[in-house]
């Protein structure tokens, strides 16, 4: 079994930034790519940001230029970096993993919880 926890949201003004974090934790054979995706009141989840295993990144296009995906690979942790933030930024951010458990068994995507991050001055 897999876990994925998130921390670092809150509420701040536009404008300013915050570091979301999520660590996986569990019986981790091989974490492939990492993502976070968000998901706003009556909206369906989006995908934010990805980043592979070698450090290949993608970026929905409204935060481009605003917002950086990295991760520590040796502590299975994906962080966002969201700066310049907007009120259309609300939302809850779900971190993923594209998780294998054992060389036999094929991958699977893992979900964090999720964390609220709010932008309203």
């Known amino acids: 079994q897999v876990q994925l926890v998130e921390s670092g949201g809150g509420l701040v003004q536009p404008g300013g930034s915050l570091r979301l974090s999520c660590t996986a934790s569990?019986?981790?054979?091989?974490?492939?790519?990492m993502g976070w995706y968000r998901q706003a009141p009556g909206k369906q989840r989006e995908l934010v940001a990805k980043?592979?295993?070698?450090?290949?990144?993608n970026y929905a296009d409204s935060v481009k230029g605003r917002f950086a995906i990295s991760r520590e690979n040796a502590n299975n942790t994906v962080y966002l970096q969201m700066n310049s933030l907007k009120p259309e930024d609300t939302a809850v951010y779900y971190c993923?993993?594209?998780?294998?458990?054992?060389?036999?068994?094929?991958?699977?995507?893992?979900w964090g919880q999720g964390t609220q991050v709010t932008v309203s001055s």
């Open positions: 993923n993993a594209n998780v294998r458990t054992t060389i036999t068994r094929p991958s699977f995507i893992s």
């Open positions: 569990g019986s981790i054979f091989v974490i492939y790519s």
């Open positions: 980043i592979t295993s070698a450090g290949i990144t």
